[in-house]
């Protein structure tokens, strides 16, 4: 596509509630990362794929978070047993691998946990 | 790990002043540091970058400095417009395809 897609653009689920959030990245693009920004605040680092394995998912906050990228293009971002403070907008973004031409956001999934 | 801290949080300038956003680093291994627009609601682009072995870049009104020494880098908004008000955000990363860490940004309002 012409560029990173995220559905839904917006979410609002009951606390406890199990979501998934999807990111379509830009064809040919091999990396893929998803960020968390709270109001506010810059974007905060999640996980990191380099095709389809997770190369860094040092940012996940707990073990609420999963995500995966089977095919090494679309991937899913999951959140279980889904709490307030989970409230935020998650950005999905991708990258040539190497190329030097930095990242593409998406326009972000706004989740509201109530 | 990284930290990136940036001032000012808000800026406020009237039409066609200049405009200075400042960004400290932590980790001297960064080596890529790039600058986001985000305008209300929207996504995060990118509006110039630059990498350890420069020291400025320029592309028309809006140029980047790096001090490596200080771990220090700016960016430079001439000419302001009010379509430049948006909340800007720095970031540093080990490299253009690896994890950014980024400042909490500065909001800036250009006044006609």
């Known amino acids: 596509g012409a560029g990173v897609s995220q559905t839904p653009s917006n979410k609002v689920t009951e606390k406890g509630k199990y979501v998934e959030l999807r990111c379509d990245p830009i064809?040919?693009?091999?990396?893929l990362y998803w960020y968390r920004q709270s109001l506010g605040q810059g974007p905060e680092f999640l996980i990191y794929?380099?095709?389809?394995?997770?190369?860094?998912d040092s940012g996940l906050p707990n073990d609420r978070f999963f995500a995966v990228r089977p095919e090494g293009s679309v991937s899913t971002l999951k959140i279980q047993r889904t709490e307030r403070g989970d409230s935020a907008v998650y950005l999905c973004?991708?990258?040539?691998?190497?190329?030097?031409?930095?990242?593409?956001f998406g326009s972000g999934t706004r989740l509201t946990v109530v | 790990g990284e930290n990136v801290e940036q001032h000012p949080s808000t800026l406020s300038v009237q039409e066609g002043d200049s405009a200075v956003i400042k960004c400290t680093y932590s980790?001297?291994?960064?080596?890529?540091f790039p600058w986001y627009k985000q305008e209300l609601g929207k996504r995060p682009q990118l509006i110039i970058d630059i990498r350890s072995n420069v020291g400025e870049k320029k592309d028309q009104r809006i140029a980047v400095t790096l001090n490596k020494t200080a771990k220090h880098f700016s960016l430079h908004i001439t000419e302001t417009q009010p379509e430049d008000s948006a909340v800007y955000f720095c970031a540093a990363s080990k490299g253009s395809n690896y994890k950014l860490t980024f400042g909490k940004g500065t909001l800036l309002t250009v006044n006609p």
């Open positions: 973004a991708s990258s040539l691998t190497l190329a030097g031409d930095g990242y593409t």
């Open positions: 980790d001297s291994a960064s080596n890529y």
């Open positions: 794929f380099q095709g389809t394995g997770a190369a860094d």
């Open positions: 064809s040919g693009h091999t990396a």
